[in-house]
């Protein structure tokens, strides 16, 4: 019995060091093709190219590595696999439709165009060729050529929102709103729960001031999708032009919840506690957060300095101005601005002084002088006048009498 017992002991080992059947070159694209799928794409390279060594003409693994370069943003590598997929098969159109894309991504886009041509070629009804096309065509404003392709699109499956979505891009680019909103509809039939359809229909209704329809399409972009941050923008703005300010508040604040780096929400929140609400603790601290992200933008800089003057705080408002200056030296509101200021200030030397460079720099709009009560500290300083006399004789000075405290020229 001990003899029988090695001997089947011995058979066992034996057999368990058999070697395991090698793999083949399709065995391996095909392991690589479900690491792709779970977007494993560097295992899934790995897989292609040993599918590749075993097979030199597996056009397909060529294929399929090409995509996992370019998943890997190899985009040069894809190429060349593209390319190889395509010698070892002419008519290849999965092939050229994928170098297309990769040379789209190195903004090659004649080359593009070519493959997805010839995709389009061998295969009349491959209907990613056409909206890749379309992509490249509407990018290089191409739109009678866009359009046709996305018509395509929507003839091969008009079940499909896509197809009309792109035509009603077109349509709004070429400012026909109201084509535009059509393509819409129908993208928003097929998919009634479509983003982008929504937002860009409320859009296209808002140019054609339809406020009533825009505000409801974006009030269901935040239904549909809480975090879309953009949707929230645009209605701050409806609601600021209605002069709803605390809605337009909460959307602007809602808005840069979201992004907290954008500098136009809060400069926005900004405008409707200075313009609307006369709030001007409010808007100096919004004004302020936009400036600290976006030091380069005149209409922020311009604002926060006056709502630091109608606070009194004069030399915060007269630093603020001088950024202004330096941002824009030849732009001649920022001397007027700093005039202002230096006015309030009652520092009159120096108010005329900047007020004088204002005027040589051509801020001569004499019915805003008129009516500026922070030039009202020096309007009947004899220098003040003798700075407009330099510039305006005294017949355009005698139809504003408020220039000068309301006294005659």
């Not at 997929?85 to 894309?101: F, V």
């Not at 191409?142 to 929507?154: F, H, I, L, P, V």
């Not at 601005?337 to 040589?360: F, H, P, V």
Request: with cysteine; proline share 3%; hydrophobic share 40%.
């Amino acid at each position: 019995m001990k003899k029988i017992f090695l001997f089947l002991l011995s058979f066992v080992l034996l057999f368990g060091l058999q070697p395991a059947q090698a793999q083949s070159s399709t065995e391996f694209n095909n392991q690589g093709l479900t690491k792709f799928n779970a977007k494993n794409y560097t295992a899934a390279l790995q897989d292609f190219n040993k599918a590749i060594e075993l097979d030199a003409k597996n056009e397909k693994a060529f294929l399929n590595r090409g995509l996992a370069k370019y998943a890997l943003k190899d985009f040069d590598g894809a190429i060349k696999d593209f390319t190889n997929a395509i010698a070892l098969n002419a008519k290849y159109s999965n092939a050229y439709n994928n170098r297309g894309m990769a040379y789209n991504r190195l903004k090659n886009y004649t080359a593009a165009l070519q493959d997805y041509n010839k995709a389009i070629e061998l295969d009349p009804a491959y209907y990613q060729a056409y909206k890749n096309r379309a992509t490249v065509q509407y990018g290089l404003k191409n739109y009678g050529a866009a359009d046709a392709d996305y018509a395509k699109m929507t003839e091969q499956k008009p079940a499909d929102p896509e197809g009309y979505m792109g035509r009603g891009s077109i349509k709004d680019q070429q400012k026909d709103h109201t084509a535009a909103i059509k393509f819409y509809d129908q993208a928003i039939a097929n998919k009634p729960d479509h983003v982008i359809a929504f937002l860009n229909r409320a859009n296209a209704k808002y140019a054609l001031k339809d406020v009533k329809g825009a505000l409801a399409d974006y009030n269901k972009v935040t239904v549909l999708q809480p975090g879309n941050a953009n949707v929230y923008f645009n209605l701050g703005t409806i609601y600021t032009v209605q002069e709803k300010s605390n809605e337009a508040i909460a959307a602007f604040r809602k808005y840069n919840s979201f992004l907290p780096g954008e500098w136009s929400g809060y400069k926005n929140t900004a405008d409707v506690y200075y313009q609307q609400l006369k709030k001007y603790d409010s808007s100096e601290y919004y004004y302020n957060k936009a400036w600290q992200i976006n030091k380069n933008e005149k209409s922020v800089i311009e604002w926060l300095g006056y709502s630091l003057l109608n606070q009194k705080k004069v030399p915060e408002a007269i630093a603020m101005f001088k950024n202004q200056i330096a941002l824009l030296p030849q732009d001649p509101w920022g001397y007027y601005n700093m005039g202002c200021a230096l006015s309030a200030g009652k520092q009159y030397d120096e108010a005329i002084r900047y007020l004088d460079m204002a005027l040589d720099k051509r801020m001569v709009e004499l019915p805003y002088w008129e009516t500026d009560k922070n030039l009202d500290n020096v309007r009947m300083i004899p220098a003040f006048k003798t700075v407009l006399q330099k510039y305006f004789n005294k017949d355009i000075l005698a139809k504003y009498p408020a220039l000068f405290g309301g006294l005659n020229f």
